[in-house]
């Protein structure tokens, strides 16, 4: 296969594969990309800042207001006042924004491992297990 049907071929597979694990998020209709986008920043840094945040998801200031104040309402994150700096006050994930997001990761993986159990050959499963140092490669290229 020439490389321009091989890049073709794979998009559609892993947008298809991206689809099928998105549906196993049982919070999708609850939250929008960008919400889900801010949840992931947050696991990543214990506190940001929602200037910092807005930069990050790459939306206005305001934008980022509303989607912290529902994830608040949400119980998924909190505010916190700047010891330093009373007019900055830092967002991070609760605890119960943690368990939100191993809960859906736990969904998803089962539904993958699903997937493949019953749909995968042995020998397919091996031939994906070989696959997955490239697909690692293909992630991590900075090119």
Same mark, same amino acid.
């Given at each position: 296969?020439?490389p321009s ?10 947008? =298809?594969?991206?689809k099928?694990?998105?549906k196993?998020?049982?919070s999708v209709d609850?939250?929008?990309?960008? @919400? ?6 947050l696991l ?5 800042? &929602?200037?910092e945040? =807005?930069?990050?998801?790459r939306?206005?200031?305001q ?7 529902k994830?608040?309402?949400? $119980? ?18 609760? &605890?119960? $924004?943690?368990e939100?997001?191993?809960q859906?990761k736990?969904?998803?993986e089962e539904?993958?491992k $699903?997937v ?6 042995e @020998?397919e499963? =091996?031939?994906? @297990?070989?696959?997955? &140092? ?5 992630? @991590?290229?900075? $090119?």
């Amino acid at each position: 296969m020439d490389p321009s049907s091989l890049s073709s071929s794979l998009r559609v597979v892993i947008s =298809a594969l991206h689809k099928g694990l998105r549906k196993q998020m049982y919070s999708v209709d609850a939250y929008s990309m960008t @919400e889900i986008d801010t949840i992931r920043h947050l696991l990543r840094n214990e506190m940001l800042l &929602p200037s910092e945040l =807005a930069a990050l998801t790459r939306v206005k200031t305001q934008s980022m207001s509303q989607i912290l104040k529902k994830l608040e309402d949400q $119980g998924v994150i909190v505010r916190t006042p700047s010891q330093s700096d009373k007019r900055k006050v830092y967002i991070s994930i609760t &605890p119960f $924004g943690r368990e939100m997001v191993n809960q859906t990761k736990y969904d998803r993986e089962e539904w993958l491992k $699903g997937v493949i159990t019953q749909s995968l050959t042995e @020998e397919e499963r =091996a031939l994906l @297990e070989k696959a997955l &140092p490239v697909l690692h490669k293909l992630v @991590e290229y900075k $090119g």
